[in-house]
């Protein structure tokens, strides 16, 4: 069963203002999420902060998706995200 992906307003306004390359990269990525919140991919890796809270790791380390893993609801919820490029 998939995991439910809830994009948090502020997360929303900065991929609303995010460069293309940037939302695409984010589309992937959530994609993968939706799967297996856990699990690093060829695309990028992931760092566990603390217990439930996640950094999705992409594009040379340029990019950082910022999420609560919430595993009892199954749901990802993304809180931020960073570009450096």
Known sequence: MPYRVVILRAA???LRN???IL???VDG???ILRVD???ATAAFEVRAVDDD???A???GGRGIVGYWLLEDQR???VVNMTWLG
């Open 18 to 20: 995010a460069p293309p």
């Open 75 to 77: 749901t990802v919820a």
């Open 23 to 25: 939302q695409g990269y």
């Open 53 to 55: 809270y996640r950094e």
């Open 37 to 39: 919140p856990s699990a």
């Open 57 to 59: 790791i992409f594009a």
């Open 12 to 14: 929303h306004d900065q």
């Open 29 to 31: 990525i959530l994609a």
